[in-house]
């Protein structure tokens, strides 16, 4: 899966699934070890708890959160927020981080255009940036 980080807007952003799988993985380490339900965080976050029990699954998977099913069930994070990058929930969430379709691997012109070079630049620091930062800087803020 791959997400271009440049909108029909041409401006840069990332997806509200990246949004808000960050706003859910703070909710969760602001409590951390503890867990909380899925209508907790929903409601905490002003998210649609349908919406918010998709992007749990994908983070699940991704082996970033756990759930426990039942009446004391819920999510927690599987792993000290000091350990989580912010750059691995947003490519689990989104695909890779690229700034333009023509970074890396996604490239389908046999050659290379004189640009490439900036924009994989900005791709290599916008990674570095986000998988710099860990989920417990967001909740020292």
Sequence with gaps: MYTNLVDINKNMRFSTKAEYGL?????????YPAQKTIGEIASQENISQKYLERLMGILRNGEVVQSSK????????SKDPK??????IIELLDGDIAPMRCVGKFCSSEHKCPSSVVWNKLGVQIKKTLYGMKLSDLIKN
Excluded at 83 to 88: A, F, N, R, S, T
Aim: charged share 15%; net charge positive; glycine share 18%.
């Design 83 to 88: 350990k989580i990058p912010v750059g691995e």
């Design 23 to 31: 706003k859910a993985m703070t909710n969760l380490a602001q409590c």
């Design 70 to 77: 039942g009446k004391q069930g819920g999510y927690v994070l």
